[in-house]
């Protein structure tokens, strides 16, 4: 299952095409079979009919000439004798009297054509009983019947020297007055070649027929919903969001339009809650001022720090709460940076920090505020827990995966998607010595999305954690 999975397209398109096409191939196939069953019969119901014939023709002939059955015609004695070529031939049928009738086990019975030929020479007065005709291969007829259609196959002019030679025949057994049998066979002429090729015609012609109109109606479905995907993941990220044209069927251009309307209202609630954040945050954080000033005048110079701390720790949260409330739509632009340079710049505001420095330049358009506030988030975490921190950068065609290290006792793996919940620290206490408001890994994960991106947290076999900061490039 997982081998095929491979071969099966991921895109509508992809899949519109290869399901009529395989439904094409399937049903080509059954006609085919039935195509070819039907010119097999078909050859076997020509050849029997010959044979009759011929069979017909020497018992009438014997009736008025004498002459007997399975002898040359004098006009065929003499053909013969004016041509070398026409000495070779024999004629199309192969006919013998024999006292019993030639019976082979692994013959063919074909019950309907026998029930013809029997009324045909009831219809023409020809006295035969007992008649039986099969279909058997050409290898199980004795030497006299399948000698002299050998011959004749061999010496035939028109004979195309690529079809291979026949390998059934028509044989015919039927009784006389006098008891005496007559044995009749000749080759079923294999024809199968021109009805492959016309099979193969249609079928190209069919599929040229059905898969070219298909195509063009597939691809004008999902191309817009290629580039309604696009937008979709666009939202949130570089920038605001083009209206998108409605484009190809009514259900797709429908799908378009309420994209379109429901990006507008999204757009608008994200804007009110901007406005709304900066009121709290202007109306909060106003009165924190004021109180910080206050408190100087507090004589206790111990209680004057711990308020101090206070406040400083509720406008560091407030600032928290308020930058992954933003993330929604950061009013920050897309700017091409260099991220080696970045993460240098932001490595050095912490000790100790080890920073592997990429062989090339990754140059990628990010929002460089929101970068450097969830690698300060990381890289202070990893101090903090792990007391030291490795900072490895790879990049490739669509990524850049940023990787931070430390040597800390590491999570939990059952706690450890826990951790990016707001207000969750891995140091349970609420202390600011010993941890930060417990939204950093959360607003570093929102940043990484809203990049395109994402952040995860994996223990390293060496010991300590490891946060893999990824984004698209």
Not at 4 to 32: C, E
Request: positive net charge; proline residues 5%.
């Amino acid at each position: 299952m997982a081998r095929a999975s491979r071969f099966w397209p991921r895109s509508l398109y992809g899949q519109i095409l290869l399901v009529t096409a395989s439904a094409l191939l399937i049903a080509q196939s059954i006609n085919a079979a039935l195509l070819l069953f039907g010119v097999r019969n078909r050859a076997v119901s020509e050849t029997a009919a010959m044979v009759v014939s011929r069979v017909a023709n020497q018992v009438e002939r014997l009736e008025a000439t004498g002459i007997p059955i399975g002898e040359p015609d004098n006009w065929y004695k003499r053909q013969m004798g004016r041509s070398g070529e026409r000495r070779r031939r024999s004629p199309p049928v192969a006919v013998t009297i024999a006292p019993n009738p030639i019976l082979i086990e692994r013959s063919d019975m074909q019950e309907d054509i026998s029930e013809r030929a029997r009324d045909f020479f009831r219809q023409g007065d020809i006295n035969l009983s007992a008649v039986r005709i099969s279909t058997v291969s050409t290898k199980l007829l004795p030497a006299r019947l399948r000698d002299a259609q050998l011959r004749r196959w061999n010496a035939g002019r028109l004979r195309d020297p690529n079809i291979p030679a026949p390998t059934r025949a028509v044989l015919l057994t039927a009784r006389l007055p006098d008891g005496a049998w007559v044995n009749a066979a000749a080759f079923v002429r294999p024809d199968e070649r021109a009805s492959i090729f016309a099979l193969l015609l249609q079928t190209f012609t069919l599929f040229i027929a059905v898969m070219i109109p298909l195509a063009l109606v597939a691809r004008r479905i999902a191309d817009p919903l290629n580039k309604l995907t696009q937008r979709v993941q666009r939202v949130g990220l570089a920038g605001e969001v083009d209206t998108l044209q409605p484009a190809g069927p009514d259900d797709v251009r429908q799908l378009i339009e309420a994209f379109n309307a429901m990006h507008a209202r999204v757009s608008a609630l994200l804007g009110e809650k901007d406005v709304m954040l900066g009121a709290i945050g202007h109306d909060l954080k106003t009165p924190l001022a004021a109180l910080r000033v206050r408190i100087e005048c507090v004589e206790d110079d111990h209680e004057r720090e711990k308020m101090a701390a206070t406040i400083d720790e509720m406008v560091t949260i407030l600032d928290d709460i308020l930058t992954l409330a933003r993330l929604g739509k950061s009013g920050e632009t897309v700017q091409s940076v260099d991220i080696g340079a970045l993460i240098e710049s932001v490595s050095g505001e912490f000790d100790p920090v080890e920073f592997h420095i990429p062989d090339t330049r990754v140059v990628t358009n990010i929002r460089p505020v929101l970068l450097r506030r969830a690698l300060r988030n990381l890289i202070g975490n990893a101090i903090i827990y792990g007391k030291s921190a490795q900072v490895r950068i790879h990049s490739n065609a669509n990524n850049v995966v940023i990787h931070i290290d430390d040597e800390g006792p590491g999570i939990d793996p059952a706690e450890m998607e826990s951790m990016f919940e707001p207000f969750t620290r891995a140091e349970k206490s609420r202390s600011r010595s010993t941890g930060g408001s417990g939204l950093g890994l959360t607003i570093s994960r929102a940043i990484a999305r809203a990049h395109g991106g994402d952040l995860t947290l994996s223990n390293r076999e060496e010991g300590g954690l490891r946060a893999t900061f990824s984004f698209k490039g």
